[in-house]
Nanobody
Framework: QVQLVESGGGSVQAGGSLRLSCAASEYTYSSYCMGWFRQAPGKEREGVAVVYTGGGSTYYADSVKGRFTLSQDNAENTLYLQMSSLKPEDSAMYYC??????????????????????WGQGTRVTVSS
């Protein structure tokens, strides 16, 4: 059972930056799909980004490409989501998720379905205009 704990959310003005962290309870940085999702009030959950840790392939939602960046600290079992040029529409609860993976294409497909086994409790991001 992988446990995930997110942190780093908060309130920021439009154009600002935040870095979200996802700490895993065990080593997930070999052959796992590690992803970020978000859900705003009244909206469906949306995939933000995903990485296949076995090969490093990353995928981003079109809405965040060029503004958000995934990175990993394998020694700390931590996944980061660096968010820059934030917009009010980025406001949401952000969730980290993990799923055993086998390839970048597999992780991309799983991420698009939101079909992850392990989820964190979420961290809230609020962007004001």
């Amino acid at each position: 059972q992988v446990q995930l704990v997110e942190s780093g959310g908060g309130s920021v003005q439009a154009g600002g930056s935040l870095r979200l962290s996802c700490a895993a309870s065990e080593y997930t940085y070999s052959s796992y799909c590690m992803g970020w999702f978000r859900q705003a009030p009244g909206k469906e959950r949306e995939g933000v980004a995903v990485v296949y840790t076995g090969g490093g392939s990353t995928y981003y939602a079109d809405s965040v490409k060029g503004r958000f960046t995934l990175s990993q600290d394998n020694a700390e079992n931590t996944l980061y989501l660096q968010m820059s040029s934030l917009k009010p529409e980025d406001s949401a609860m952000y969730y980290c998720a993990a799923q055993l993976g086998r390839s970048g294409d597999y992780c991309s497909a799983v991420w698009r379905r939101g079909d992850f086994n392990y989820w964190g409790q979420g961290t809230r991001v609020t962007v004001s205009s």
